[in-house]
């Protein structure tokens, strides 16, 4: 059974930054893509970053390139979300997923994922 759990979210002041963190268990192969996503109140959900999980390769939006880093541990079956001069428009619910596939990571954007973990809270005050 897939399981992901976030941590690291929390309270930040704009600019500063946050490390979050997807560990899964579970995974049975290296053929996934693995995805960061969040949603703040009333509006949809937005995807953010993307990793093929054997290549490395990423996706990001444009709402986060230049700020946001994904990146992934194989020994620690773990993925990262670094998160720098946040500003307020950042807070929001962040979820990692997973889907199986060997494809480009824009494949969890455009397509619904496997697996979703529970979430974690992300607020930037200004």
């Known amino acids: 059974q897939v399981r992901l759990v976030e941590s690291g979210g929390g309270l930040v002041q704009a600019g500063g930054s946050l490390r979050l963190s997807c560990a899964a268990s579970?995974?049975?192969?290296?053929?996934?893509?693995m995805g960061w996503f969040r949603q703040a109140p009333g509006k949809e959900r937005e995807s953010l970053a993307a990793i093929n999980w054997s290549s490395g390769s990423t996706y990001y939006a444009d709402s986060v390139k230049g700020r946001f880093t994904i990146s992934r541990d194989n020994a620690k079956n773990t993925m990262y979300l670094q998160m720098n001069s946040l500003k307020t428009e950042d807070t929001a619910d962040y979820y990692c997923?997973?889907?199986?596939?060997?494809?480009?990571?824009?494949?969890?954007?455009?397509?619904?994922?496997?697996?979703w973990g529970q979430g974690t809270q992300v607020t930037v005050s200004s």
């Open positions: 579970g995974l049975t192969s290296r053929s996934y893509v």
């Open positions: 997923a997973a889907t199986q596939s060997d494809a480009a990571p824009v494949i969890i954007v455009i397509t619904s994922p496997d697996y």
